[in-house]
């Protein structure tokens, strides 16, 4: 007579990656090139995001689900570059509203709603957050509660810090993501 296995299998971990794209132009064009403005600088996003899949990849064993790219356009119009973006694979773009000052509008209840959403249906074990706003606090919170890990990523910041304190006190991970990582996606915009 057989004697079962007993010993728990390892189970592969299904994840998604939800950056906050704002946060990250924004803190990547500061410490790369000392912009203030997005249009001061160009982004090589197909290869930036292909980058940010493989380092995913490297971090986490198991199945990517799909990446969620959170942006903003006037009137929810997608640019040129987004619309690019939205056709690469296992790629989801997800665009806020862009007002007249250049703020953007509803990215962070989006991911906010996403992230929740994900873990209430059980779609994901991990999720890898590129996003520094405190207001995502309670969103991991909540997906914490449904049983799935956070692993928050974060810019490497010129001085001090760029990530509000209780999302990284909040996060199970922490990893910050280096200029040398993002210096080949990144280029100051020719001047007109």
Do not use: C
Not at 58 to 81: F, K, Q
């Amino acid at each position: 007579m057989a004697i079962p296995d007993l010993m728990p299998h390892p189970v592969a971990a299904k994840y998604a990656v939800l950056v906050d794209v704002g946060y990250l132009y924004a803190a990547a064009g500061e410490v790369l090139l000392g912009a203030k403005e997005r249009k001061e600088y160009r982004v090589a996003a197909d290869e930036l995001i292909q980058s940010l899949q493989k380092h995913a990849e490297e971090r986490i064993s198991g199945e990517l689900l799909r990446i969620y790219w959170y942006d903003a356009a006037r009137d929810r119009v997608p640019t040129v570059d987004q619309r690019v973006i939205a056709q690469l694979p296992w790629v989801k773009v997800r665009l806020g509203n862009l007002n007249a000052r250049g703020q953007q509008k509803g990215v962070d209840a989006q991911i906010r709603s996403d992230l929740e959403a994900l873990a209430r249906h059980h779609a994901v074990t991990d999720t890898i957050l590129l996003a520094g706003d405190e207001d995502m606090v309670p969103a991991v919170e909540a997906a914490q509660a449904y049983g799935v890990r956070i692993h928050l990523w974060g810019v490497e910041p010129p001085y001090g810090t760029n990530q509000a304190e209780r999302l990284v006190w909040e996060s199970d991970t922490v990893e910050v993501i280096t200029a040398d990582f993002l210096r080949p996606f990144f280029s100051r915009a020719p001047q007109p």
